[in-house]
């Protein structure tokens, strides 16, 4: 059997859904970190398949998932300060209970 | 089109993005003043003369319809009229920032830097004609946000900033999962080659791609949690209460702002055509619409904090404007996308009505927390007795939340509701106009503990003078659009959305 | 047929290894699931011909973001506390999950996407260089992605600075 763009994408899908349901049922702050980045990197192996299979000789959809690793980086960076100020003592909350849905 | 003085097709292509990058030397400039100087006073001052700078270099590209960068960029009234409203909110929060600023004695370039680079995101989201730039323009603006929310570093602010970009981060990995599901169907990056192709695809058969329209609807939640829909809204409350005040208030207006603009350049410009297609997401916002505002009033009802209370307001209104998202996209005038409906114009006069009436709400509320320590709504007894002015100024804004005339609240909803009559929106605006009456209620109720109840103490409030200004300046605004409102009509019906 | 055999190892890899990191209880060995996962799809990116994006893959996931990670797990010390889940959720977010999973499949299945018959780019350094630093390509982008990372460096230093007394 070969693998085609659909055999990538469902893998994507898969891939998206877990960090999607990890990062909604965790309540520690650094694995929901982890799961966003499994989510985005779902979404790169989207884009790079398109990439490869929709417009080969374009690359348009590699430029955009070398965006979205400039931006995960950055956010992990913002997350992972927040957590540090956090755990030094800055402030009393606890890393380890973050709720995401309380409202 | 504008006469124009010089060629403007022969411009270098960085010409397009001169009010940005303006704003970014005058960003590099805080931070590195910030270093040398010891009157910190003089970086609120270099701020906002970039942000005057910014502004007339805006203003230049009104009526002009270019593409810079490829494609990337645009330059059209729509951009200007949000590049305009964001360098005026960030103008009155750097005004109304002068006390919080003071009690840090450190940091404070890199919080007007921040408020800097967090407007020069929304200015390039406003003007983005591509997906990428779309994508890095909202996180840009999402980063400084999220740092700026933390800034206070007490525990309610940090907890607030985690929370923020978590969620946040999903939100936007959820929106890059719809950017992907329509960059893979279309095979194009631009938003005009992507119309294009999407119509190409439409014409002849009667319905959509699945992939177009699960990609539709993740760019609906994504957006949505920029604009605080509900379901999306699950961060706004504990936000807004923990930001510093200021930032609440550039949060519940600006942010709010650029989600719309986004929405209409993304969504008004790639699903467009065919009619039926239009009126699929028209009715998806129709149903958020109901959804976010009978919710957000039911509950803001109970609340005791006066920040949280105004967030879950700020969510109510954003309901009210996706009434005239519905109304835009069941629109019956031809054309109506390209700009020129009553429904756009309706939006945008909201927009800058809320822009000043919330702007002046958390003006106040600043003020008033920075004298007696509180933001709970029992603490504000006997403010008409302390400090009249200021209640006065509070009142007035509440009123116009509320949509009574003459503020400008009334006159904004009344432009979106027309246009959503028009498009056979009548149950959709009766229910609106029910809410508003529920809304009354929690709003009134600040109001009659301001004035009916009597005051703990006689002592009198002071505020300090640039705030003043910065709370002056938002209602004279308000006032202005609710008794003059046809000469931003005006503007906002000439208002033109490019499309390469 | 190697490029499928090696599709299929990697798939089953990156699925084990997302699986593990939502559900391991030492958060440490989280971490190190996660960089599994993220050179499982490193090696995805070599059988799409994407090489530049593997390596960067590689640098930015498992050379930066994960080392940052395990940085902040150090730092909080969190390897005792584990990785709680939060109860009364996860019914209907699973539920979500899975419905959106099956939306997902559905339209990878049921849209006309239009591949095309010519064969990649390869190697891809040199036209992604033009495409990211070139006139006709994402120059805008970029130049607003180093404005992004500026931002970010300012709110780390922001965020993580000692509160003055």
Not at chain 2, 42 to 62: D, E, K, N, Q
Not at chain 2, 322 to 330: D, H, I, P, T
Not at chain 3, 15 to 36: E, G, K, M, P
Not at chain 3, 116 to 123: E, M, Q, Y
């Given at each position: 059997m070969t693998v085609g763009l659909e055999h990538y994408l469902v893998l994507a899908a898969v891939l998206f859904c877990i960090g999607l349901y990890g990062a909604l049922t965790r309540r520690n702050a650094v694995v929901i970190l982890m799961c966003i980045e499994i989510m985005l990197n779902a979404v790169n192996l989207t884009l790079i398949a398109f990439s490869r299979y929709v417009v080969p000789q374009l690359l348009t959809g590699q430029v955009f998932a070398i965006f979205v690793m400039v931006v995960a980086a950055a956010e992990v960076a913002v997350g992972v300060a927040i957590i540090l100020a956090i755990y030094r003592g800055l402030t009393d909350i606890d890393v380890n209970n973050i709720n995401l849905l309380k409202w | 089109m504008n006469p124009i003085i010089f060629n403007l097709e022969k411009l270098p292509d960085w010409f397009g993005v001169l009010p940005e990058i303006i704003l970014l030397v005058f960003a590099a400039l805080v931070i590195i003043l910030d270093l040398f100087v010891s009157q910190k006073k003089i970086l609120a001052a270099v701020s906002l003369i970039g942000i005057i700078a910014s502004g007339a270099l805006s203003l230049g590209f009104w009526g002009t319809e270019l593409s810079f960068f490829n494609g990337l960029i645009l330059t059209d009234s729509f951009a200007v009229f949000f590049k305009l409203l964001f360098l005026g909110v960030s103008f009155l929060i750097v005004l109304a920032s002068e006390d919080y600023v003071n009690s840090f004695r450190r940091l404070q370039g890199e919080y007007y830097a921040l408020l800097l680079l967090a407007t020069t995101g929304m200015m390039l989201m406003a003007g983005a004609g591509d997906i990428t730039t779309v994508y890095v323009s909202l996180e840009l603006t999402g980063i400084s946000l999220y740092a700026l929310t933390g800034f206070l570093k007490d525990?309610?602010?940090?907890?607030?900033?985690?929370?923020?970009?978590?969620?946040?981060?999903?939100?936007?990995?959820?929106?890059?999962?719809?950017?992907?599901?329509?960059?893979?169907?279309?095979?194009?990056?631009?938003?005009?080659?992507?119309?294009?192709?999407?119509?190409?695809?439409?014409?002849?058969?009667?319905?959509?791609?699945?992939?177009?329209?699960?990609?539709?609807?993740?760019?609906?939640?994504?957006?949505?949690?920029?604009?605080?829909?509900?379901?999306?809204?699950?961060?706004?409350?504990?936000?807004?209460?923990?930001?510093?005040?200021?930032?609440?208030?550039?949060?519940?207006?600006?942010?709010?702002?650029?989600?719309?603009?986004?929405?209409?350049?993304?969504?008004?410009?790639?699903?467009?055509?065919?009619?039926?297609l239009a009126r699929d997401w028209a009715t998806v916002f129709a149903v958020l619409s109901v959804l976010t505002m009978t919710a957000a009033n039911i509950v803001a009802i109970p609340q005791s904090n006066i920040k949280r209370m105004l967030g879950y307001s700020s969510i109510a209104q954003a309901g009210y404007l996706m009434v005239g998202l519905a109304a835009l996209g069941s629109s019956p005038f031809p054309g109506a996308l390209a700009g020129m409906s009553p429904a756009q114009s309706g939006v945008l006069f909201f927009l800058a009505s809320y822009a000043f009436t919330n702007l002046g709400a958390f003006t106040a509320i600043t003020i008033i927390a920075q004298k007696i320590?509180?933001?709970?709504?029992?603490d504000y007894a006997g403010m008409g007795r302390r400090s009249p002015l200021l209640a006065l100024a509070l009142t007035f804004c509440l009123v116009s939340l509320i949509g009574i005339p003459p503020a400008s609240g009334f006159m904004a909803k009344f432009y979106i509701f027309r246009a959503a009559v028009q498009a056979d929106l009548l149950w959709l605006v009766i229910i609106a106009v029910i809410?508003?009456?529920?809304?009354?209620?929690?709003?009134?109720?600040?109001?009659?503990?301001?004035?009916?109840?009597?005051?703990?103490?006689?002592?009198?409030?002071?505020?300090?003078?640039?705030?003043?200004?910065?709370?002056?300046?938002?209602?004279?605004?308000?006032?202005?659009?609710?008794?003059?409102?046809?000469?931003?009509?005006?503007?906002?019906?000439?208002?033109?959305?490019?499309?390469? | 047929m190697g490029l499928a055999a090696a599709f299929w190892v990697m798939a089953?890899?990156?699925?084990?290894?997302?699986l593990l990191v939502v559900s391991l209880r030492n958060i440490f060995r989280t971490a190190l699931a996660l960089i599994v996962c993220f050179i499982a799809v490193a090696g995805l990116y070599i059988t799409l011909s994407a090489d530049f994006l593997a390596a960067a893959q590689i640098l930015v996931y498992v050379g930066a973001i994960s080392v940052l990670i395990i940085l902040a797990i150090m730092m909080t010390r969190e390897v005792r506390q584990g990785n709680p889940a939060n109860r009364p959720l996860k019914l209907p977010v699973l539920a979500v999950a899975v419905v959106l999973l099956g939306l997902l499949v559905y339209v990878v299945v049921a849209s006309p996407w239009q591949v095309s018959g010519t064969p990649p780019l390869a190697p891809t350094t040199g036209p992604l260089s033009r495409l990211l630093f070139g006139s006709q390509g994402y120059v805008l982008a970029t130049e607003i992605c180093a404005v992004l990372i500026l931002a970010a460096i300012l709110g780390a230093i922001v965020l993580a600075k000692e509160k003055e007394e």
């Amino acid at each position: 059997m070969t693998v085609g763009l659909e055999h990538y994408l469902v893998l994507a899908a898969v891939l998206f859904c877990i960090g999607l349901y990890g990062a909604l049922t965790r309540r520690n702050a650094v694995v929901i970190l982890m799961c966003i980045e499994i989510m985005l990197n779902a979404v790169n192996l989207t884009l790079i398949a398109f990439s490869r299979y929709v417009v080969p000789q374009l690359l348009t959809g590699q430029v955009f998932a070398i965006f979205v690793m400039v931006v995960a980086a950055a956010e992990v960076a913002v997350g992972v300060a927040i957590i540090l100020a956090i755990y030094r003592g800055l402030t009393d909350i606890d890393v380890n209970n973050i709720n995401l849905l309380k409202w | 089109m504008n006469p124009i003085i010089f060629n403007l097709e022969k411009l270098p292509d960085w010409f397009g993005v001169l009010p940005e990058i303006i704003l970014l030397v005058f960003a590099a400039l805080v931070i590195i003043l910030d270093l040398f100087v010891s009157q910190k006073k003089i970086l609120a001052a270099v701020s906002l003369i970039g942000i005057i700078a910014s502004g007339a270099l805006s203003l230049g590209f009104w009526g002009t319809e270019l593409s810079f960068f490829n494609g990337l960029i645009l330059t059209d009234s729509f951009a200007v009229f949000f590049k305009l409203l964001f360098l005026g909110v960030s103008f009155l929060i750097v005004l109304a920032s002068e006390d919080y600023v003071n009690s840090f004695r450190r940091l404070q370039g890199e919080y007007y830097a921040l408020l800097l680079l967090a407007t020069t995101g929304m200015m390039l989201m406003a003007g983005a004609g591509d997906i990428t730039t779309v994508y890095v323009s909202l996180e840009l603006t999402g980063i400084s946000l999220y740092a700026l929310t933390g800034f206070l570093k007490d525990r309610k602010s940090t907890e607030a900033a985690l929370k923020y970009l978590l969620l946040g981060a999903i939100a936007s990995a959820v929106l890059l999962y719809g950017l992907a599901l329509i960059f893979g169907i279309t095979g194009k990056t631009g938003l005009g080659e992507i119309a294009r192709a999407v119509q190409a695809q439409l014409s002849g058969s009667a319905s959509v791609s699945p992939a177009l329209f699960l990609g539709l609807v993740l760019l609906i939640a994504g957006f949505g949690f920029k604009i605080a829909s509900i379901p999306f809204h699950m961060w706004v409350p504990d936000v807004y209460e923990g930001a510093p005040t200021t930032v609440t208030a550039f949060l519940s207006v600006a942010s709010k702002a650029a989600g719309f603009a986004i929405i209409m350049r993304v969504i008004t410009s790639v699903f467009a055509a065919p009619d039926w297609l239009a009126r699929d997401w028209a009715t998806v916002f129709a149903v958020l619409s109901v959804l976010t505002m009978t919710a957000a009033n039911i509950v803001a009802i109970p609340q005791s904090n006066i920040k949280r209370m105004l967030g879950y307001s700020s969510i109510a209104q954003a309901g009210y404007l996706m009434v005239g998202l519905a109304a835009l996209g069941s629109s019956p005038f031809p054309g109506a996308l390209a700009g020129m409906s009553p429904a756009q114009s309706g939006v945008l006069f909201f927009l800058a009505s809320y822009a000043f009436t919330n702007l002046g709400a958390f003006t106040a509320i600043t003020i008033i927390a920075q004298k007696i320590g509180s933001d709970e709504i029992a603490d504000y007894a006997g403010m008409g007795r302390r400090s009249p002015l200021l209640a006065l100024a509070l009142t007035f804004c509440l009123v116009s939340l509320i949509g009574i005339p003459p503020a400008s609240g009334f006159m904004a909803k009344f432009y979106i509701f027309r246009a959503a009559v028009q498009a056979d929106l009548l149950w959709l605006v009766i229910i609106a106009v029910i809410n508003s009456v529920i809304s009354a209620y929690y709003y009134l109720r600040v109001v009659k503990v301001m004035w009916l109840e009597s005051p703990p103490s006689a002592e009198k409030v002071p505020s300090s003078a640039l705030p003043t200004v910065s709370l002056a300046v938002s209602c004279l605004g308000v006032l202005a659009l609710g008794t003059i409102p046809g000469l931003i009509m005006k503007l906002a019906e000439m208002v033109n959305q490019f499309m390469p | 047929m190697g490029l499928a055999a090696a599709f299929w190892v990697m798939a089953v890899f990156a699925v084990a290894a997302a699986l593990l990191v939502v559900s391991l209880r030492n958060i440490f060995r989280t971490a190190l699931a996660l960089i599994v996962c993220f050179i499982a799809v490193a090696g995805l990116y070599i059988t799409l011909s994407a090489d530049f994006l593997a390596a960067a893959q590689i640098l930015v996931y498992v050379g930066a973001i994960s080392v940052l990670i395990i940085l902040a797990i150090m730092m909080t010390r969190e390897v005792r506390q584990g990785n709680p889940a939060n109860r009364p959720l996860k019914l209907p977010v699973l539920a979500v999950a899975v419905v959106l999973l099956g939306l997902l499949v559905y339209v990878v299945v049921a849209s006309p996407w239009q591949v095309s018959g010519t064969p990649p780019l390869a190697p891809t350094t040199g036209p992604l260089s033009r495409l990211l630093f070139g006139s006709q390509g994402y120059v805008l982008a970029t130049e607003i992605c180093a404005v992004l990372i500026l931002a970010a460096i300012l709110g780390a230093i922001v965020l993580a600075k000692e509160k003055e007394e």
